[in-house]
């Protein structure tokens, strides 16, 4: 074999071909039929309806104009002398190139700035509609790590956590939005618009463009990056996340790190302070009249503060995280109020969140120290109880008897006890996406909603691997190359590691960084620089440049036409290195 193909494939195995290492794990797609036929409750609906509707523009002051309806986040346009300023940008070019023609057609004029409330997807992934040449893109200066930090090692979880909250497999007339919007289309989102900042900001940054002021204030909440928009020459706040018509998402169950509570309850405190006319959400409809915006910003900022306090004050008297979530609820006060509706976020989900967030997973249970392994545990449960038929024919009774609540507790352990990935397709899973299908019936939280179904159309269907990005190659040199090494020690084999002492060199040639990798103890190590005491003589060293290995790693180079152009050179034990780059996999 040409020495030249022979390091492409070992280099290529490293990187796992398709992208493997740091961005997208590409295993093929495939249909699943959509669940259908699930009708919503009539409040959901309802909710749809009202606090989302359909693709419009709203008139909300001189200046401002909403276009809503369209994507899940909406995107604002502020007229000023200069020519318009852009609030959120939309999910993908797909769905915002139809918003900026409708909301251009009212309000003809160059894009003079963009805004991002924060660095979510659906907030910026439009942005190359809206991103016409030199137009400056302003945000906070958190924005770009907390945007990677999404794209990190545990896509494949958040990818696959986040089409079950959406409900990728759901058809609209089971779930008619997401209760933030119209509900996402991954498909096209896969395929990102997105653009970095061109100006940040911690704190505070006035501006003032074509005369009209634009008070951007750091605000974090929804995210470590958040910011809100104040127009008070137009009595107008654009909240972005901070605020929308449904209790906040004060956990979500896509995954990420916890929510900065008290950072949440100061920003919504901030924007009390304004005393606003109009409060203009990212997401569900506005809200206006001085009175009522006060009102319902303090109830949401009460709302955080009561479920927070009350976590507290629980976990202090000792009880378990459970019964902490059981028993928050809110104050009756509180419980009507139209935007505290546990439409998107949910109080209980978020109890367990800041409990864990401020004590950890334990919660005083000592038998949570050293219990069985879940499949010894689910068995003895059954056992105890019956038998496995025994507390099946109890489940299907629970169904029949209109209690699916009970009849998934009791499926579960049916599954739990069955041996790995020898559940899915079988007669008594179809039984257990039963039960979660008529438990959704009775769920008017979207999250939660299609959450049920989608995992119940999974257990028919089996798994499907969530959309894989494809990479705007405009974004990808503000992507530090540790972040590459970092995601790719996570790929390791441990099976085809175990017992393998070895390293390998990287160096790159433009930036002068140099990184050694070394598996040990089953664990790639990364070390840049020097590398540490004990580390072995590298079996190889790989000279490039970082341009080359972020295109090489996200697959828009293959490591033969790189060596080709004299960009990628191997040097060393090539046959060792070969064996050295195959103890790593993709789709870890
Ligand atoms: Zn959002």
């Not at 911690?202 to 605000?219: C, F, K, N, P, T």
């Not at 545990?377 to 299907?396: H, P, Q, Y």
């Not at 989608?454 to 972040?483: C, M």
Request: glycine content about 8%; hydrophobic content about 45%.
């Amino acid at each position: 074999m040409a020495r030249r193909t022979f390091v492409a494939l070992a280099v290529a195995a490293l990187l796992g071909l398709g992208g493997a290492v740091w961005w997208a794990v590409t295993p093929a797609r495939r249909s699943i039929p959509l669940v259908r036929g699930q009708a919503p409750p009539e409040s959901l609906q309802a909710h749809c309806d009202d606090a989302v509707g359909p693709p419009r523009i709203v008139a909300i002051s001189e200046r401002v104009r909403l276009a809503i309806g369209w994507d899940l986040a909406s995107t604002v346009l502020v007229r000023t002398d200069a020519g318009n300023v852009i609030v959120d940008v939309g999910m993908s070019p797909a769905r915002a190139a139809p918003v900026r023609e409708a909301l251009l057609r009212d309000s003809p004029g160059p894009i003079a700035a963009i805004v991002y409330t924060h660095s979510h997807i659906d907030h910026v992934g439009g942005a190359s509609v809206w991103a016409d040449d030199g137009v400056p893109i302003w945000a906070t200066d958190a924005f770009t790590d907390h945007f990677i930090k999404q794209y990190g090692a545990f896509r494949l979880a958040e990818g696959r956590r986040g089409a079950a909250q959406f409900g990728e497999h759901v058809s609209e007339d089971s779930l008619p939005c997401s209760a933030l919007g119209r509900r996402p289309d991954l498909a096209a989102a896969a395929a990102t618009g997105a653009r970095f900042p061109t100006h940040t900001f911690s704190g505070a940054q006035d501006l003032e463009i074509g005369g009209v002021r634009i008070h951007l204030r750091e605000a974090h909440g929804e995210t470590h990056d958040q910011l809100f928009v104040h127009l008070p020459d137009e009595g107008v706040l654009l909240a972005g996340d901070n605020f929308y018509r449904s209790f906040p998402n004060l956990y979500t169950l896509r995954g990420t790190s916890p929510r900065p509570i008290d950072a949440w309850i100061a920003s919504l405190d901030a924007m009390r302070r304004l005393a606003p006319e109009h409060l203009v959400p990212s997401h569900t409809a506005p809200l206006s009249g001085r009175e009522q915006v006060a009102a319902a910003l303090t109830r949401y900022r009460d709302a955080i503060q009561w479920v927070r306090d009350r976590v507290i004050q629980l976990a202090n008297a000792g009880r378990s995280v459970d019964q902490i979530a059981a028993d928050v609820g809110l104050p009756p006060a509180l419980a009507g109020a139209p935007e505290l509706a546990e439409r998107y976020g949910q109080v209980d989900w978020s109890a367990r969140a800041i409990y864990d967030e401020r004590l950890g997973w334990f919660d005083e249970r000592p038998e949570r120290l050293y219990p069985h392994a879940p499949r010894e545990r689910a068995r003895r449960f059954l056992d105890a109880m019956g038998g496995g038929e025994a507390v099946r024919a109890r489940a299907r009774e629970a169904v029949a008897g209109g209690d699916p609540r009970w009849a998934v507790e009791l499926y579960s352990l049916l599954r739990d006890a069955a041996p790995e990935d020898m559940f899915q397709g079988t007669p008594i899973a179809g039984e257990l996406a039963a039960a979660l299908d008529a438990l959704a019936l009775e769920v008017g939280n979207t999250n939660g909603r299609a959450y049920l179904l989608e995992t119940g159309q999974r257990l028919r269907h089996g798994d499907v691997p969530p959309p894989a990005p494809t990479i705007d190659p405009a974004f990808l040199d503000v992507l530090p190359i540790s972040h590459f090494f970092a995601v790719m020690a996570t790929r390791l084999d441990p099976e085809l590691a175990a017992g393998v002492h070895e390293s390998a060199r990287f160096e790159f040639t433009d930036t002068g960084e140099r990184f050694t990798v070394t598996i040990r103890h089953g664990i790639a190590e990364v070390v840049a620089g020097e590398p540490l005491p004990g580390t072995p003589e590298p079996l190889a060293q790989v000279t490039t440049t970082t341009a080359t290995w972020r295109r090489l790693a996200t697959d828009l180079t293959h490591p033969v036409a790189a060596i080709a152009a004299g960009e990628l050179d191997v040097a060393g034990d090539l046959l060792g290195f070969r064996r050295f780059t195959g103890r790593f996999r993709r789709g870890l």
